[in-house]
């Protein structure tokens, strides 16, 4: 199935967190938080100001954001969980991303 969402709101497909700290230590699954990272799958067409001239998104499919601990709305489509929040509750699009990292998500 696929999803398209209106306005200005994006899906987002959470990131896994880090297994382990960076000085080794394994942290178990009951003590993770939810990731607040992501990759976006899914992208609307934008909003509209008050003249009703659409404002485009600057989020594009594939980039990897932070975003907040409660942000968005949590929905499962295909069996995947995924996030759908507006663009304003993105904090901010992570750049130079390891291959590492970005293929593991």
Known sequence: MKFRPLHDRVVVKRVD??????GGIIIPDTAKEKPSQGEITAVGPGG??????????????GDR???????????????QELL??????????????????????
Do not use: C
């Open 17 to 22: 967190a880090e297994e382990k700290t960076t």
């Open 48 to 61: 509209r100001d008050e003249a009703g001239k659409l404002i485009p998104i600057d989020l594009k499919v």
């Open 65 to 79: 954001v932070l975003f907040g601990k409660w942000s968005g709305t949590e929905v499962k489509i295909d069996g």
């Open 84 to 105: 759908i929040m507006k663009e304003s509750d993105i904090m901010g699009v992570l750049t130079d991303v390891p291959a590492a990292k970005k293929k593991a998500a």
